[in-house]
């Protein structure tokens, strides 16, 4: 494997290696290469104006050959071909660079910089951006961009890199139970059934993957607490990360109690994965992390968010509490939760939902009145106030479940069903059975989980923002349903902000995440200048970790003639190659100190003489000894 090299690309960093068998040729015809006896087989015609094949080497190493290949009257130019780390995707540098110089640098620095690397100037964009292209005295443009990133004039130097692209589109997952889960995508019709639903009134969770392009991110992970966790059933096996028992205390989830079965629907809802049968959850490439044991004790909460900060938990889903007065938090629950929403993912906060009840009554869950929650009530298929959620100036969002049609969602194996119903209607509202393994599903217990499932979402998009900015997107990103008169202020008690969007919760989440704060220009002295060379030389200290520097400052008139030497962005450096050059050459070190991108930009100018004459004189000699540089009237800094 040859040597790794990193290139800036888009965003981020390409870390690239040759690849071991690909080259890239150009003809001096139109003409493909596959025939040439020098050629094994040809792969792709037209990247960045390149044929990539591969070569009969022989005995030959594969740079031996491509320069040999070089050399044929047919061929006009070859290059590498590299691999990005964990890809087989080619990539050919077109010869081209996008090379951003640093804000402040004149033109003829810039070319300076061009000259050094045998670059032609191809296109001007901007005073500080050209684009480059290598030419045949230039190393390859690989290497030239990495060698430019290291100069403190160079804010970045992109190559050009060419590949195929892959034609797609966004396909929705194909579990058996998709197309029954309106919540995700309502277009009217239920399968397998006669019973009219609202088509828009599910969360728009389909449209969200869509711009995503996929179902999530595997590094957010979402918490449920609650109890009744089939962590065996299919569709959550696969996805449970740190499980945590608190009756227990132990990674050892309580499971088979006939009496507790509520929390395997509820996380199915969230994060049901996509495999192809059953159903699948909003945010279905997420993990589950089980914290079971819900208690109303204070040492028990606790626990329960202590274990999801501790955890890593970025998400908790909390489908249970009170509206009895008699059990309102204490200081003590509220601080627990405090906590978790402040101090949890290093320091962005816990996203926390709890439902906002079932009782039908205007009484809100207690510990969904907590001002570090989001409160959660649901909407029916008919994109309407279910009945039975509870409306209350505390609740935040709104989100499907049932009231009209119920949701479909995961059963626990030992899950007893709907008691007093017989057969299929245990489980499903029309006794009609779509699996063993699910059931018919609802209430806030169901659409608290669906709004943590669209969190997830939106940190996949931007994991960077904080819990307050989380509930912030979801509050402006919220469709308002129902009479227009029902909402104060943008707020209804039944509404609250509105029914979740998840496409346009997402959007706001790769908005915020492309927008750059950047702080104020520090100020900085424009010319400053060391002392005369000492009488005495101080021996260099740049081969030596801990040298010290005599060092002073006195200001320079913006008068006379030096030789710029180049930039710096690391002032060590500045003051060992100052030191340096004023030993060597006898002669005064002029420093400029300015402010780009958000750093320092040390210029070194050696030399301030007032005739023109003398300061050629000392660039001369700095070129005789491989040092390049420019006259640089002081006046002009």
């Known amino acids: 494997?040859?040597?790794?090299?990193?290139?800036?690309?888009?965003?981020?960093?390409?870390?690239?290696?040759?690849?071991?068998?690909?080259?890239?040729?150009?003809?001096?015809?139109?003409?493909?290469?596959?025939?040439?006896?020098?050629?094994?087989?040809?792969?792709?015609?037209?990247?960045?104006?390149?044929?990539?094949?591969?070569?009969?080497?022989?005995?030959?190493?594969?740079?031996?050959?491509?320069?040999?290949?070089?050399?044929?009257?047919?061929?006009?130019?070859?290059?590498?071909?590299?691999?990005?780390?964990?890809?087989?995707?080619?990539?050919?540098?077109?010869?081209?660079?996008?090379?951003?110089?640093?804000?402040?640098?004149?033109?003829?620095?810039?070319?300076?910089?061009?000259?050094?690397?045998?670059?032609?100037?191809?296109?001007?964009?901007?005073?500080?951006?050209?684009?480059?292209?290598?030419?045949?005295?230039?190393?390859?443009?690989?290497?030239?961009?990495?060698?430019?990133?290291?100069?403190?004039?160079?804010?970045?130097?992109?190559?050009?890199?060419?590949?195929?692209v892959d034609n797609y589109e966004f396909r929705p997952p194909g579990d058996s139970l998709f197309a029954h889960q309106w919540q995700i995508h309502n277009n009217g019709h239920i399968p397998d059934s006669n019973h009219p639903v609202k088509s828009g009134a599910d969360a728009k969770i389909l449209e969200a993957w869509n711009r995503l392009g996929g179902l999530g991110s595997s590094d957010i992970v979402v918490a449920v607490i609650d109890n009744g966790f089939d962590i065996n059933h299919p569709d959550l096996r696969s996805k449970v990360y740190k499980p945590w028992d608190l009756w227990r205390n132990s990674s050892n989830i309580t499971m088979g109690n006939p009496q507790f079965s509520h929390g395997t629907p509820c996380a199915s809802i969230a994060l049901a994965a996509s495999n192809g049968t059953g159903m699948v959850g909003v945010a279905p490439n997420a993990r589950f992390m089980p914290v079971s044991g819900t208690s109303f004790s204070v040492r028990a909460t606790e626990q329960m968010f202590e274990t999801c900060v501790n955890n890593g938990a970025d998400i908790i889903s909390?489908?249970?509490?009170?509206?009895?007065?008699?059990?309102?938090?204490?200081?003590?629950?509220?601080?627990?939760?405090?906590?978790?929403?402040?101090?949890?993912?290093?320091?962005?906060?816990?996203?926390?939902?709890?439902?906002?009840?079932?009782?039908?009554?205007?009484?809100?869950?207690?510990?969904?009145?907590?001002?570090?929650?989001?409160?959660?009530?649901?909407?029916?298929?008919?994109?309407?106030?279910?009945?039975?959620?509870?409306?209350?100036?505390?609740?935040?969002?709104?989100?499907?479940?049932?009231?009209?049609?119920?949701?479909?969602?995961?059963?626990?194996?030992?899950?007893?069903?709907?008691?007093?119903?017989?057969?299929?209607?245990?489980?499903?509202?029309?006794?009609?059975?779509?699996?063993?393994?699910?059931?018919?599903?609802?209430?806030?217990?169901?659409?608290?989980?669906?709004?943590?499932?669209?969190?997830?979402?939106?940190?996949?998009?931007?994991?960077?923002?904080?819990?307050?900015?989380?509930?912030?997107?979801?509050?402006?990103?919220?469709?308002?349903?129902?009479?227009?008169?029902?909402?104060?202020?943008?707020?209804?008690?039944?509404?609250g902000y509105g029914k979740v969007n998840a496409d346009k919760a997402v959007?706001?989440?790769?908005?915020?995440?492309?927008?750059?704060?950047?702080?104020?220009?520090?100020?900085?002295?424009?010319?400053?200048?060391?002392?005369?060379p000492s009488p005495s030389p101080v021996p260099s200290a740049s081969n030596e970790a801990g040298g010290l520097l005599r060092f002073s400052v006195k200001n320079q008139a913006s008068a006379g003639w030096g030789v710029q030497i180049g930039a710096f962005a690391d002032f060590r450096n500045v003051l060992e190659r100052a030191e340096n050059l004023e030993r060597t050459y006898n002669a005064p070190v002029v420093l400029q100190i300015s402010e780009s991108n958000n750093r320092h930009v040390f210029k070194i100018i050696l030399g301030s003489f007032d005739r023109v004459n003398d300061a050629k004189a000392l660039s001369d000699r700095l070129k005789e000894n491989g040092i390049n540089g420019f006259l640089r009237n002081l006046k002009d800094i």
Request: glycine fraction near 8%; hydrophobic fraction near 35%; proline fraction near 6%.
């Open 1 to 164: 494997m040859g040597k790794k090299l990193t290139v800036k690309s888009g965003k981020g960093e390409l870390k690239l290696r040759k690849s071991e068998n690909l080259v890239g040729l150009k003809t001096t015809r139109q003409e493909k290469l596959d025939k040439k006896e020098y050629v094994q087989d040809s792969y792709f015609e037209h990247l960045g104006g390149f044929e990539v094949v591969s070569l009969n080497t022989s005995s030959q190493s594969l740079d031996d050959k491509l320069d040999a290949v070089r050399k044929e009257d047919d061929i006009s130019q070859g290059t590498h071909v590299y691999l990005a780390n964990g890809s087989n995707r080619p990539l050919v540098p077109t010869g081209e660079l996008y090379i951003t110089f640093s804000d402040g640098t004149s033109t003829e620095e810039q070319n300076l910089v061009l000259e050094e690397y045998n670059l032609e100037e191809v296109e001007r964009r901007n005073p500080f951006l050209l684009v480059a292209r290598v030419t045949d005295k230039s190393p390859n443009p690989i290497k030239v961009a990495n060698l430019l990133s290291r100069i403190s004039l160079v804010q970045s130097a992109e190559p050009d890199l060419d590949t195929f």
């Open 318 to 495: 909390c489908s249970w509490g009170t509206t009895d007065p008699n059990f309102a938090l204490n200081s003590l629950k509220s601080e627990a939760i405090r906590k978790a929403a402040k101090e949890g993912r290093n320091g962005k906060g816990c996203v926390i939902l709890f439902a906002g009840g079932n009782e039908g009554s205007n009484a809100i869950n207690l510990y969904a009145t907590h001002p570090d929650v989001i409160c959660v009530g649901a909407t029916t298929s008919q994109d309407q106030h279910a009945s039975y959620s509870n409306s209350g100036r505390e609740l935040m969002i709104v989100a499907p479940s049932n009231g009209d049609w119920p949701l479909i969602a995961a059963r626990a194996s030992w899950d007893p069903g709907s008691p007093g119903k017989i057969g299929a209607f245990k489980y499903w509202n029309d006794g009609v059975s779509r699996g063993d393994q699910y059931k018919h599903f609802g209430g806030t217990s169901a659409a608290t989980p669906l709004v943590a499932g669209v969190c997830a979402l939106i940190l996949s998009a931007n994991p960077d923002l904080t819990a307050r900015e989380v509930r912030e997107v979801l509050i402006g990103t919220a469709d308002k349903i129902g009479s227009p008169w029902e909402y104060t202020a943008g707020h209804s008690v039944k509404y």
């Open 507 to 532: 959007a706001e989440a790769i908005r915020r995440k492309a927008t750059i704060n950047r702080p104020e220009p520090v100020i900085v002295p424009t010319t400053i200048t060391p002392p005369p």
